[in-house]
């Protein structure tokens, strides 16, 4: 199993998408973890509702997989309107936006997913869009080129992004709700393995569901994906529960450790250890030395071996520490 597969939805079928969306919580309430984003929210959709206005613009951001897409449809659930859905790199044209925006009703949610990588003179668009609610865009050419104003009714933005870094300070400034997302405990993702097991239909001791929330590297979809994987292994073995023992050894197979760490996290730093004595190392390298994305590399492992606890950043670059000299077996060099 690729990193991709564990983290990505891109790569479902029609069936799988359709388990995926039953396994989505709908209200706050159902909404597992993330307590600080969720009382948060709680406050501000309740003052909107009270106003009876449109929710301020949101920004959620974190690692993939961690729910900021289940939450925007939470946000839409719990304020009653409508949701659009679109994503930052499928908006190319000024036309693909406006077209969008000029379908919305007073009080709906446009959600942008990846908007970092929304072009930009569309995020340029988006400015009075999200300010003051209208866009001024220019009509056909040369001496006929006049610009039209077009007002919009009140709206809210949800924008999600894996890399808050990479959006500019203009956009960023115009949300005025900013929440980070961060992973989740063991004992919250026991409890979404548990709840997805009842929607699977498979029985899941308590020892099971804490094994498989151990090794999801905290991470939701990461949790589910192991689950279903799982809920495989446990079918050919004709065993009727996933307990302790069936978790473990079905997740060795998977090569997902006692940690979390999967083989791209292991190849990683054990690459960093052998051929750069433990950094420190820029993304760069990092990411030329495995063959991978340095984008996926920022947003999916290195967060997570830093939450750990295996990797430190330092001005100079990433440094693997004794904690992952320990975990991979290997000795730590004295000091020299
Ligand atoms: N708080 C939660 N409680 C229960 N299940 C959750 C929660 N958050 C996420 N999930 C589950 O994890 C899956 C992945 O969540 P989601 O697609 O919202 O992540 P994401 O942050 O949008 O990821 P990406 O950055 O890749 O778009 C969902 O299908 C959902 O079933
Ligand atoms: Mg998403």
Request: proline share 5%; glycine share 6%; no cysteine.
């Given at each position: 199993?690729?990193?991709?597969?564990?983290?990505?939805?891109?790569?479902?079928?029609?069936?799988?998408?359709?388990v995926?969306k039953?396994?989505r919580?709908q209200?706050?309430?159902?909404?597992i973890?993330?307590?600080?984003?969720?009382?948060?929210l709680?406050?501000?959709?309740?003052?909107?509702?009270?106003?009876?206005?449109?929710?301020?613009?949101?920004l959620?951001?974190g690692?993939p997989?961690l729910?900021?897409?289940?939450?925007?449809?939470v946000?839409?659930?719990?304020?009653?309107v409508n949701?659009r859905?679109?994503?930052g790199?499928?908006?190319?044209?000024a036309?693909d936006?406006?077209a969008?925006?000029?379908?919305?009703?007073?009080?709906?949610?446009?959600?942008?997913?990846?908007?970092?990588?929304?072009?930009?003179?569309?995020?340029?668009?988006?400015?009075?869009?999200?300010?003051?609610?209208?866009i001024d865009i220019?009509?056909?050419?040369g001496s006929?080129?006049?610009?039209?104003?077009?007002?919009?009714?009140?709206?809210?933005?949800?924008?999600?992004?894996?890399?808050?870094g990479?959006l500019?300070?203009?956009?960023?400034?115009r949300?005025?709700?900013v929440?980070?997302?961060?992973?989740?405990?063991e004992?919250e993702?026991?409890?979404?393995?548990?709840?997805?097991a009842?929607?699977?239909?498979?029985?899941?001791?308590?020892?099971?569901a804490?094994e498989?929330?151990?090794?999801?590297r905290?991470?939701?979809?990461?949790?589910?994906r192991?689950?279903?994987?799982?809920r495989?292994?446990?079918?050919?073995?004709?065993?009727?529960q996933?307990?302790q023992?069936?978790?473990a050894s079905?997740?060795?197979?998977?090569?997902v450790?006692?940690?979390?760490?999967d083989?791209?996290?292991?190849?990683?730093?054990?690459?960093?250890?052998e051929?750069?004595?433990?950094?420190?190392?820029?993304?760069?390298?990092?990411a030329?030395?495995?063959?991978?994305?340095?984008?996926?590399?920022?947003?999916?492992?290195?967060?997570?071996l830093?939450?750990?606890?295996?990797?430190?950043?330092t001005?100079?670059?990433?440094?693997?520490?004794?904690?992952a000299?320990e975990?991979?077996?290997?000795?730590?060099?004295?000091?020299?």
């Amino acid at each position: 199993m690729t990193q991709d597969k564990l983290t990505d939805d891109q790569f479902l079928n029609d069936q799988e998408a359709a388990v995926e969306k039953s396994l989505r919580p709908q209200t706050l309430q159902q909404y597992i973890g993330q307590d600080r984003v969720k009382n948060e929210l709680r406050v501000y959709i309740k003052a909107a509702l009270d106003r009876q206005e449109a929710l301020d613009h949101v920004l959620l951001y974190g690692p993939p997989g961690l729910g900021k897409t289940t939450l925007a449809l939470v946000i839409a659930h719990e304020l009653n309107v409508n949701l659009r859905s679109t994503t930052g790199p499928s908006i190319e044209k000024a036309g693909d936006l406006v077209a969008i925006l000029s379908e919305l009703q007073a009080g709906d949610v446009l959600f942008i997913d990846e908007i970092h990588r929304l072009p930009k003179s569309i995020e340029e668009i988006l400015y009075s869009a999200m300010e003051d609610f209208y866009i001024d865009i220019i009509v056909g050419q040369g001496s006929d080129a006049h610009a039209v104003h077009y007002p919009l009714p009140p709206f809210t933005l949800i924008g999600a992004t894996t890399r808050a870094g990479q959006l500019s300070a203009p956009l960023r400034s115009r949300f005025g709700i900013v929440e980070h997302m961060n992973f989740y405990t063991e004992a919250e993702l026991t409890t979404i393995i548990q709840r997805s097991a009842q929607v699977l239909a498979v029985v899941v001791s308590d020892e099971g569901a804490h094994e498989l929330a151990r090794r999801s590297r905290g991470t939701p979809r990461v949790a589910n994906r192991l689950l279903k994987r799982v809920r495989d292994f446990a079918q050919v073995e004709n065993q009727e529960q996933i307990d302790q023992k069936l978790a473990a050894s079905s997740l060795d197979q998977l090569q997902v450790d006692d940690h979390g760490l999967d083989q791209t996290d292991r190849k990683l730093l054990t690459m960093m250890i052998e051929l750069y004595q433990g950094g420190p190392l820029g993304l760069k390298t990092m990411a030329v030395n495995l063959g991978e994305e340095q984008e996926t590399i920022e947003a999916v492992n290195e967060p997570y071996l830093l939450q750990q606890g295996f990797l430190k950043r330092t001005p100079r670059g990433r440094v693997v520490t004794p904690k992952a000299y320990e975990h991979l077996g290997i000795p730590f060099p004295k000091g020299e």
